[in-house]
């Protein structure tokens, strides 16, 4: 525990002016971002008497072990980076809102030549169209199957749409008349095109136009005795008027406005959003955090509204935003809302009538959210403290664990041999720090050795990174992990190490806990690693698969964990998520060292030219019986290129012929079983094609 007068700036040193700041802990990792009007006022509150501190913030503070800020010219500057450092350095004791769920959305692929109508989850699409969110996926598709009836729009996958083109008929959809039938060109493009804007503005609200429309042609139809173009027409008003039912008004004038109501206790807060367009709701959303920092009511609205309209330009940013409090300030969020959109935006409390109404449904909704919330975890936090508790007992560790790493060793008959380190904290997975080894140190099967290369690697650079007080420098160290794949170390860290410290990708933060897959010799290897380190403040364990004994280091005899213990259960799913993460791994390197072939290391040959002799010539087979002249022939290769291909082709051992595993039979090459290299591609036996577990 650090003391705060510690690190303490001294008096004068703060600037009296817009800024942010950034708490770091003792390994450089940023614990909390900041904003405030005067940095100097604003840092004063953190280093008062402890005694006067809220315990969030007082944890906090004690947790760190220096500050740093940047000044800013505006409050909305600040706002803007504030945003930006919560979302890269993701700081522990932050606000972080999580949903409970992946919410769908219905989106139209505006982007593609024939806009097709879908649920879609996950981040948004430039060029796509999305409403929502909606709480159940069923709901989007019970919506789409009414409207198809009348805008006939595309819903099928790429892969249905070009069979149906390349056969001339269409799908089901399109027999039954909810699908226009693009694909064997019942409709151009121009009009299926309008018929997605049409589905686009019906969902955006604007309804009225198109009922007046079909009722004034359902009129017109049954004046010129046309009654079953009469009737379809009166079948597909109505399911429009379903479809608009689903959703009633509950604003007046077309409102576009969204609605955001927080129920909070002094350890979480939940928010729930509803969304409404055209005065009705047209999607809802919420949210769960813990309130790890002495924050008000505004605070939580505010950085609500910077998880909702973060990444949003345009109109995704409505007119109105109603709140339960407002942020203080308030006058830099209403004017980061109105750059985001391009143009104003009211953010505002209700006071009365029907926004007032809504507002209370909307609050009652975050109260039950936060108490089914509180329902679920209670359970889910006494396991997982359990775990840990148990964990701590049975290894004789000094506290609870509460980051555990674990290791696994992965190959196929000593080829392709690469190891995995998966994260969990609190219990809780961390997927963004898993990291992926490639073995460089020795060729062959050893898992031991791989085990210990793989911890002296990790450990080497938390030393090199805690000797440097947390600066990253890509100095092509030997130990493979600075840089990307070729230097054996691959997952996010591979996108470019940087200047800037603190991010969560770094392996600046240690374990409290190693656990490796397997018995004594692997734990032993793991433990030399770190003696020879001179690290000792880091336990070591083993889960051997057999019995799921546990093994230290120096015991001859392994620690039982009873069957319904719940520390196992979690050592358990520790080992299976490194086991799961390093078979994947190898895999992909087995496969794509499949895909090689002798002509990727021509010079000057291409992806497209290499492309074009692999079809001209039907096998990668032919082509090693080709001279010069006829690899000549092939459009785009010279005499130098063919010489170049010829030689690689015959200091290459020919490939292994594809063999059936079912019934032994050798099986010729054939164009169309020719991978992206040019080698044919071949199926492994079951046991194979699951990798060795190490």
Known sequence: MADPSSYRPKPGQIPDSPGVYRFRDEHR??????????????LANYFQDLVNLHPRTRTMVTTAASVEWTVVSTEVEALQLEYSWIKEYDPRFNVKYRDDKSYPYLAVTMNEEFPRVQVMRGHKRKGVRYFGPYGHAWAIRDTVDLLLRVFPVRTCSAGVFKNATRTGRPCLLGYIGKCSAPCVERVSAEEHRELAEEF?????GRTGTYIRRLEKEMTEAAEEMEYERAAR????????????????????????ADLIAVAEDELEAAVQ?????????????????????????????EHALQQLYGEEKGDSVPKEVLVPALPDPVEPVQEWLADRRGSGVSLRIPQRGDKKALMETVERNAQQALALHKTKRASDLTTRSRALEEIAEALDLDSAPLRIECYDISHLQGDDVVASMVVFEDGLQRK???RRFQIKGFEGQDDVRSMHEVINRRFRRYLAEKEKT????????EDGLAGGPENGLTGPAENGLKDEDGRPRKFAYPPQLVVVDGGQPQVAAAKKALDELGIDDVAVC?????LEEVWL??????????RTSEGLYLLQRVRDEAHRFAITYQRTKRAKRFRSSPLDDVAGLGEARKQAVLKHFGSLKKLRSATIDQICEVPGIGRKTAESIAVALAQAAPAAPAVNTATGEIMEEEPGTMGSGGEPVTTGAPDERRGQET
């Open 29 to 42: 990792r940023v614990i909390y971002v900041g904003k405030a009007k005067s940095l100097r006022q604003r």
């Open 200 to 204: 686009c503005d019906f969902m955006a």
């Open 233 to 256: 027409l009166r079948d597909d008003i109505e399911a429009l008027k379903k479809a608009m039912e689903k959703n009633a008004v509950v604003l007046a004038d077309a409102t576009d």
């Open 273 to 301: 959003i509803f969304h409404v367009r055209g005065g009705r709701v047209r999607g809802q959303r919420g949210w769960v955090t813990d309130k790890v920092e002495e924050i008000t009511t505004g605070a939580l609205v």
């Open 432 to 434: 963004s720090e898993y």
């Open 470 to 477: 947390g600066e990253w420098v890509d100095d092509g160290h």
């Open 542 to 546: 083993g889960l051997a698969k057999r």
């Open 553 to 562: 280091p120096d015991d001859d005899d392994p620690v039982v964990l009873p």
